[in-house]
């Protein structure tokens, strides 16, 4: 298998393992805001905000790749670009396992009781974790994958097709998280927030909306201005709005955190400082890491 049908495989597996993380994400946020969570315990509560930070870890991880290869190689089928795809996917299955069993946990203790959802929890992670990691690694052990050696000139049909691959390993993060915007403003615990806390919501959900709009446009621009045809401008254009679009989702997530943040905490600096600190990791993922990279790559070269 040559070095883009590799590096196309490894952004499918990304896209299939970021659909199978949306669902939670989504939910996870959601559930803050259920009338019933306010009855779960304060350690539960805890737990549920470190499963959320931890899902929005994997979606970040998951998301590094597409933006690894548009901003650090171009859009270019490299080596780097697959290793970068091979170990975010690996590395995301950890925070991905944890967000799962936390959620589990919260659940089953209020359906059961703690001892049932601590059992269920650490269950549902460990076997997870087995089937998404620890099977992965030993299996891997006798077998030796080969990287490929050559790199040539990326066809502009392969590029425009992974650049259409990753804008759909990036929208479902966002689609997950704009659903719960929009309907979370309709319930009764959300109005009871103060008025800086909406304000942040509001912003949020059109930073995430912007960026919904700025992953739609390559395949509407696509079909509309080139009908369909390959074309560099066309590759240019959508590449940097794909780039774009993860800033404002960057910025929608980390702010719907800090509203979380301060529905779990009711402490406003506790809140800011989880939304803050978010923002910071995934900028670090998505844009500094890729451009350091590109920055490591012209001073070899």
Same mark, same amino acid.
């Given at each position: 298998?040559?070095?883009?049908?590799?590096?196309?495989?490894?952004?499918?597996?990304?896209?299939?393992?970021?659909?199978?993380?949306?669902?939670?994400?989504?939910?996870?946020?959601?559930?803050?805001?259920?009338?019933?969570?306010?009855?779960?315990?304060?350690? /539960?509560?805890?737990?549920?905000?470190?499963?959320?930070?931890? &899902?929005?870890?994997? !979606?970040?991880?998951?998301?590094?790749?597409?933006?690894?290869?548009?901003?650090?190689? #171009?859009?270019?089928?490299?080596?780097?670009?697959?290793?970068?795809?091979?170990?975010?996917?690996?590395?995301?299955?950890?925070?991905?396992? &944890?967000?799962?069993?936390?959620?589990?946990?919260?659940?089953?203790?209020?359906?059961?009781?703690?001892?049932?959802?601590?059992?269920?929890?650490?269950?549902?992670?460990?076997?997870?974790?087995?089937?998404?990691? =620890?099977?992965?690694?030993?299996?891997?052990?006798?077998?030796?994958? %080969?990287?490929?050696?050559?790199? $040539? %000139?990326?066809?502009? $049909?392969?590029?425009?097709?992974?650049?259409?691959?990753? =804008?759909?390993?990036?929208?479902?993060?966002?689609?997950?998280?704009?659903?719960?915007?929009?309907?979370?403003?309709?319930?009764? /615990?959300?109005?009871? &927030?103060?008025?800086?806390?909406?304000?942040?919501?509001?912003?949020?959900?059109?930073?995430?909306?912007?960026? !919904?709009?700025?992953?739609?446009?390559?395949? =509407?621009?696509? #079909?509309?201005?080139?009908?369909?045809?390959?074309?560099?401008?066309? *590759?240019?254009?959508? /590449?940097?709005?794909?780039?774009?679009?993860?800033?404002?989702?960057?910025?929608?997530?980390?702010?719907?955190?800090? !509203?979380?943040?301060?529905?779990?905490?009711? =402490?406003? %600096?506790?809140?800011?400082?989880?939304?803050?600190?978010?923002? &910071?990791?995934?900028?670090?993922?998505? *844009?500094?890491?890729?451009?350091?990279?590109?920055?490591?790559?012209?001073?070899?070269?």
């Amino acid at each position: 298998m040559d070095l883009a049908d590799k590096l196309k495989m490894a952004l499918d597996e990304s896209r299939l393992l970021i659909l199978g993380a949306q669902v939670i994400f989504g939910c996870q946020f959601q559930m803050v805001f259920q009338e019933r969570f306010q009855d779960a315990p304060r350690g /539960s509560q805890t737990v549920q905000g470190i499963g959320l930070l931890a &899902l929005m870890l994997a !979606v970040a991880l998951l998301i590094t790749p597409s933006m690894t290869h548009q901003i650090a190689y #171009r859009g270019e089928d490299r080596r780097g670009a697959l290793r970068v795809a091979s170990r975010c996917a690996g590395l995301a299955m950890v925070p991905m396992t &944890l967000g799962l069993g936390a959620t589990t946990f919260v659940v089953f203790e209020s359906l059961f009781n703690r001892n049932r959802g601590i059992v269920a929890g650490v269950t549902f992670a460990a076997v997870a974790f087995s089937f998404l990691y =620890a099977l992965g690694l030993i299996l891997r052990i006798g077998h030796k994958g %080969q990287m490929p050696l050559s790199e $040539k %000139q990326t066809l502009l $049909k392969n590029k425009i097709e992974q650049l259409l691959t990753e =804008a759909r390993v990036i929208i479902p993060g966002a689609q997950a998280l704009l659903g719960f915007q929009f309907v979370v403003v309709f319930v009764r /615990s959300f109005a009871e &927030l103060p008025g800086w806390v909406k304000m942040t919501h509001a912003a949020a959900l059109a930073a995430v909306a912007l960026s !919904v709009v700025l992953l739609m446009t390559p395949a =509407a621009l696509h #079909r509309i201005a080139y009908d369909g045809e390959n074309s560099q401008s066309f *590759f240019r254009i959508s /590449s940097a709005l794909v780039i774009a679009a993860a800033f404002p989702l960057a910025v929608g997530i980390a702010a719907d955190v800090c !509203v979380v943040g301060f529905r779990i905490t009711g =402490a406003a %600096q506790l809140a800011s400082l989880s939304g803050g600190v978010s923002l &910071l990791i995934l900028m670090t993922f998505w *844009f500094f890491y890729p451009l350091w990279l590109r920055h490591a790559r012209r001073a070899r070269f």
